[in-house]
């Protein structure tokens, strides 16, 4: 029922604000989130280590220090193999659910396809998460109380931002699997960004966290494998200064793959990002005025 739903997610995300908002910046992390159910568990033929290599574990400490910086942060509570807030609303495989799916509800995408719609069938490593078809009421319950809420609220953030600063620039944060990040030379990606080839935001500021990663020491590579998902897709609109960038940092780098314990680096990746944004936003501030930035 609906309160088993919202009261084992209360809140369902947290939004953690500077005290005052000085940059046109907002921060998103849609998949760390790592409150597992019980009922959630009892579901799935898997174990609770196993769900959660979808998560995108820690990642929403890895940019904590943006908050300091002036720009609000935002991080899910649920986990990823629960509810995919990167997709569709209605990215639903009709095979998962007993009962109808209403008719809007896209049941072809190649994400559904692939077992990884806005509710998952499977986990990052191609395991069936259900021991049982779930009730279709069950997933359009966690749509409406989880997914809705939140996309209304990453809404407003950049809605308010690009209010007050007359621009925006999302910054969609993830992690990736070491496995999914060799390069056809051999070499590993530390960190992939995504513009949807593009499309999702200015060249300019895909340019500057290049530079200002790589000035870390990262190996960056854009958009292979990860161009972005649907929040940068649907929320980057550079013609309007409203600009959005998927970041994907490769999990080996700051964590133990299996155990998902954290390492001895943690710390310093969590410096490296804050005084690369840093940097961003300083040299995006030098730029002459807004609408140079949208046109480039």
């Known amino acids: 029922m609906l309160?088993?739903?919202?009261?084992?997610?209360?809140?369902?995300?947290?939004?953690?604000?500077?005290?005052?908002?000085?940059?046109?910046?907002?921060?998103?992390?849609?998949h760390a989130g790592a409150i597992y159910p019980a009922a959630f568990l009892a579901s799935s033929r898997l174990d609770a280590l196993a769900l959660r290599r979808s998560e995108d574990a820690y990642v929403d400490e890895l940019f904590t220090t943006v908050v300091d910086l002036?720009?609000?942060?935002?991080?899910a509570r649920f986990p990823r193999a629960?509810?995919?807030?990167?997709?569709?609303?209605?990215?639903l495989d009709s095979r998962m659910f007993d009962g109808r799916l209403p008719p809007f509800a896209n049941t072809r995408s190649?994400?559904?396809?692939?077992?990884?719609?806005?509710?998952?069938r499977i986990v990052a490593d191609g395991q069936e998460i259900y021991a049982h078809r779930l009730p279709v009421d069950e997933a359009l319950q966690r749509i409406e109380w989880l997914y809705k809420p939140y996309h209304r609220m990453l809404r407003q953030l950049i809605r308010r931002t690009a209010q007050t600063f007359s621009q925006s620039f999302l910054i969609d944060c993830h992690s990736m699997p070491s496995t999914s990040v060799s390069r056809d030379e051999g070499a590993k990606a530390d960190i992939v960004l995504g513009?949807?080839?593009?499309?999702?935001?200015?060249?300019?500021?895909?340019?500057?966290?290049?530079?200002?990663l790589r000035d870390r020491g990262y190996t960056v590579i854009r958009n292979k494998p990860y161009a972005g998902g649907f929040i940068t897709?649907?929320?980057?609109?550079?013609a309007l200064d409203r600009h959005a960038l998927q970041v994907e940092i490769n999990r080996s780098i700051y964590m133990d793959e299996r155990t998902l314990q954290k390492k001895s680096g943690?710390?310093?990746?969590?410096?490296?990002?804050?005084f690369a944004f840093a940097q961003v936003i300083d040299d995006l501030a030098g730029a002459q005025r807004p609408s140079r930035i949208a046109a480039e």
Do not use: W
């Open 70 to 75: 002036g720009a609000p942060l935002m991080t």
């Open 195 to 212: 513009d949807r080839y593009g499309t999702s935001c200015a060249p300019l500021l895909i340019d500057l966290v290049e530079t200002a």
């Open 233 to 238: 897709e649907h929320y980057g609109e550079p």
């Open 110 to 120: 190649m994400r559904v396809a692939g077992g990884l719609g806005t509710v998952p």
């Open 82 to 91: 629960y509810l995919d807030l990167n997709r569709e609303p209605y990215e």
């Open 3 to 30: 309160p088993t739903i919202t009261d084992a997610f209360e809140p369902p995300f947290i939004v953690v604000e500077p005290a005052g908002q000085t940059v046109p910046f907002v921060f998103n992390v849609p």
């Open 266 to 274: 943690f710390g310093m990746l969590a410096k490296d990002l804050a």
